[in-house]
Structure formats: structure tokens, C-alpha cells
């Protein structure tokens, strides 16, 4: 498994700077679309009941990277740093935009979804770069111990930077558009979120694309990529595990439960693209060869919509206690 996955590593995947634009715009718009949905009151409802939220935010910002990392040394004899710095990378994004919707079609609390969403898309300018920076450099100290490979060099203030342009902007002016056009931003919502949808799958295809471009054909690409979606099942399955176990065993009541888990077990990897394809962050000359990276964080942005719609059916089958 560990050599097909390194034929993927050793691609090498780009945008040219037009294309890099647009993926640029289209995560503005995603982000602009979340921050439609961010009202103050449902900062207050966190306020009367912040137990829900704070379990949620613990889950998202510190057990989920935790036990990715713990992952990324079980599965260590089988896969590649790459595609293990990319599950890493996947785990420190913020809550995916489609999380609320998932919610709702499991009969969770859809307000603390909504507010889940809010709070990691608000800090994930600071968030995002501070736990890929940490666990990444974690796994680079692991891997140079373990695996005679020299320590990857993780950024961080580059990230800051992009993210902070990336997401700072669209999220304050789609809290603005909420708070001065307040009926205007209700009516966009919707078409804004399907849209988003749409155009995150667009993202996601190009960069699937990309990839595939830029392999040969052959059994043991194929079955590279099957390694890759492996992991990714692997990875998310551990994820919503993550966030079931731990809401569970912090004992909330049952609709909460299946909001953390959601809300833990759906990231927004279109994030993760837009930063693993800039080469400001990961430039040409040191990370050479991200098709593990870029590879598992797409996947990742198809099967997490497939495990959140099964996950969906089976809480919206069983009764709420």
C-alpha cells in the first residue's frame, strides 16, 4: 500500500495564477455564504447554554487533530508523510458549510450547528495555521525519528496570512450584509448555500482533474487512489467517531450529540485545497511532490457529503431520547 501511495505522492499538482484566482473567489463566496447565516443571537443562546458549544469547539479544535495525529502513527507502515501531512491539514479546516444542512436532515440542534459553523469559521484564520503547524510539525519530528526522512518545514505565518485575506474578508462582509440588510441576507441564504455546494464540488472536480492529468494511466494508479479514498474512509470514520464518543461521554442530550458528531466529521476541505494549490504557502521548491496531500483532501470534500448523508439517515430513523 505505502509504494502505490508513493506513485501519487510524486505527482506534482499546480494551477496557473487565473485558475488559483478563482479557486481564491470561490472559497470567498463560501465564506461570505456562512457568515450570511452568523447572528449575535445565537451567540447569546451560547451564552445561556454554552455546554453544547464548548464540547463541539473541544471536539473540532483539539480531539479531532489529536486523534488524526494518533491515526496518522497507527496507519504510519502503510502510508506516505504526504498523505499523512494532508489528513493533518484536513483535520485543522474549519466546519464544512454543508454541516447545518446535515444536521437538520438528522433532527439534530441545527442552532448549535449554526453557531458550531460560526465559531470555527470566525477563529479559523487563527485556528487553522496554529493546529496544522503543531501536529504537522509533530508528524515531522515522528517521521524523521521513525522514518530516516528529513523534518518537513510546516508554515505557518504564510498561512496566517492567506487565511486571514482568504476568509477575513468575506466573513466580515457577510456579517455586515446580515446585520445592515437583514431581510435581503435571509432571502440570499439559501440560493447563496446551494450555490456554495455547487460551486465546492466545481473545486473539488478540478482538483481531481488536475490530478488525474497528471498521472499515467495503470492498475496501480487506480488502486493508488483506492489506497488514497481508503484512508480518507478511514480517517473520517474516526472523525464522526470522534465526535459521537466524546458528546456521549460528556453527556449531552441526544440531538447535541448528533450535531457534534456531524459537526466534527464534516470539515471544509475546499479550505484545505485552496491552500494546499498556493504556492505562497507550499512553495515549488520544498514540497515538490503534494499529490498525496492534494488527492486525500479532495476525497475527502466527496466522501464526507456520502458518510454525512448515510450518518444523516440513520440518526433521522432513530428516535430522539
Known sequence: MRELLQNIDGLHIALTQGN??????????????????????????????????IVGIIMQWVALPAVTFLVTIILNPFITPMVAIGMILVASC?????????SSLSKGNVELSVSMTAITTLFAPIITPFNFW????LYGKYTSEHNNLPALEIPFSEMLFSIGIILGIPIILGIICARVFPRLSIRMRRPTTILSVILFLGMVAVSLTQVLNAIEPSWDTCAGILCVLLVVIIHNASALATGYYGARLLRLREANVRTVTI?????NSGL??????????FPTDTWDANGGM??????????HIVSGLIISRYFSRKPLN
Do not use: C, R, Y
Open 294 to 303: 492534494v488527492l486525500i483532501t479532495a476525497l475527502w470534500g466527496i466522501w
Open 272 to 281: 484545505g485545497l485552496a491552500l494546499l494549490l498556493n504556492p505562497n504557502i
Open 134 to 137: 503543531f501536529w504537522g510539525t
Open 94 to 102: 474549519p466546519g464544512g458549510n454543508i454541516s447545518n444542512f446535515i
Open 263 to 267: 459537526e466534527t466529521g464534516i470539515q
Open 20 to 53: 488559483m484566482h478563482i479557486v481564491n473567489i470561490i472559497l470567498a463566496f463560501i465564506m461570505f455564504g456562512v457568515a450570511l447565516g452568523i447572528k449575535l443571537n445565537s451567540f447569546k443562546d451560547i451564552i445561556k447554554n454554552p455546554k453544547p458549544a
